[in-house]
């Protein structure tokens, strides 16, 4: 079992991009999920900063942990250290008592505490609040939680987004943010050896991080000069720094009509796009509503999973487009912008 620590403050939608990489992911406190198995895939989560192997759970109380490290069977060797967190300061728990009582609980057991370069990392995760209810995250049933985590350092997510929209090469008003552009690919099912489709690509936020997630990439978008700068953003930043995707990710960006896409049957795994926000599209021809259905109908033409991101809720025309609506997520962005996320499945 995994303890998977969360971050941002929207907890089912942290979980739910969680279960792109683990396993039965179910909410059990304000910024903690249990997961049956964590794989690989952490590296990539946007909102899960890492996964845990288990040690075990207690109340959000010191002697509690204390007491359940002194029981716990240790199959480690090498050197250690304990790092704690009062998650969102939910707890009265002081992280540096539990550092030292729990690192003395090691010591007893006789490990070397290594602070600067351990082999191993105990991290005793306390949090204590309401569970968010939520129909597409399993536990997330509104209850209280007083929860010690207590789990060793399995897999810690990169974190390794693209500079901010506005420190990148080609740049236009409205682009999201990294962070929320690397979960919705995540959440549509970018992943290496797999295909992630934006039909409206604008400056490429989404792709660069389908790039950088090592997804190989198809982009249009109505305006040249997107197309342009989206190429130009992908050969800049949808890579991560460290090469460890190996070479930059396939890609090909191309001007076109998100509802009558150049794009055969099937050609993609997952699509996502991120609709024009206000009454009209801003490339003329189509009115909102026309496009996001045409693009709907297009996106599960080409794909079996999509994202789409929007300034209100297009849950009726994705339905009637053939999708099913896994989950749904309004996420605050500012005073006058919450961003509708739905996340559809090919009926
Ligand atoms: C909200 S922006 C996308 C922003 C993008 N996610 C980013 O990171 O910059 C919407 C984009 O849809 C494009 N667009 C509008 N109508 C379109 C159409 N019929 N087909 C393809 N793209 C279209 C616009 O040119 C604009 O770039």
């Not at 236009?172 to 552009?181: R, V, Y």
Request: proline share 4%; with cysteine.
């Amino acid at each position: 079992m995994y303890w998977l620590e969360l971050a941002g403050e929207e907890d089912a939608f942290a979980a739910y991009e969680a279960a792109t990489a683990a396993a039965g992911v179910e909410l059990i406190a304000p910024g903690i999920a249990r997961a049956g198995h964590a794989g690989d895939g952490v590296r990539r989560l946007a909102y899960t900063r890492a996964a845990h192997e288990a040690v075990g759970r207690t109340d959000a109380d010191l002697d509690a942990a204390v007491a359940l490290l002194e029981a716990a069977g240790i199959d480690r060797e090498g050197s250690v250290a304990v790092r704690a967190r009062n998650v969102r300061a939910t707890t009265e728990v002081s992280t540096s008592a539990a550092e030292r009582e729990l690192g003395g609980v090691l010591v007893d057991r006789g490990f070397e505490v290594d602070l600067d370069d351990p082999d191993h990392v105990l991290r005793a995760l306390f949090a204590a609040g309401d569970r968010p209810a939520h129909d597409a995250v399993a536990g997330a049933d509104g209850e209280s939680g007083s929860v010690c985590a207590l789990g060793w350092v399995d897999t810690e997510a990169a974190r390794d987004f693209s500079p901010k929209p506005t420190e990148r090469s080609f740049f236009q008003p409205g682009s999201m943010a990294p962070i929320d552009a690397r979960a919705y690919v995540n959440v549509a099912g970018a992943a290496p050896g797999r295909t992630l489709l934006d039909p409206m690509c604008g400056t490429g936020g989404l792709l660069v991080e389908g790039g950088r997630v090592g997804a190989d990439l198809l982009g249009t978008d109505a305006q040249r000069k997107m197309v342009r700068g989206t190429r130009e953003n992908l050969r800049a930043h949808g890579h991560a720094d460290d090469g460890e995707n190996g070479d930059s990710p396939a890609f090909e960006v191309a001007r076109g009509d998100a509802t009558a896409l150049p794009i055969r049957d099937d050609a993609a795994d997952a699509v996502a796009f991120d609709a024009p926000y206000g009454r009209q599209s801003k490339v003329a021809r189509h009115e909102l509503a026309d496009l996001v259905e045409g693009a709907l109908a297009e996106a599960a033409r080409v794909a079996p999973r999509a994202v789409v991101v929007a300034d209100r809720d297009w849950r009726g025309p994705a339905q009637a487009a053939g999708w099913r609506v896994d989950a749904r997520f309004e996420r605050r962005v500012h005073r006058s912008l919450t961003r509708h996320v739905l996340a559809l499945r090919r009926e």
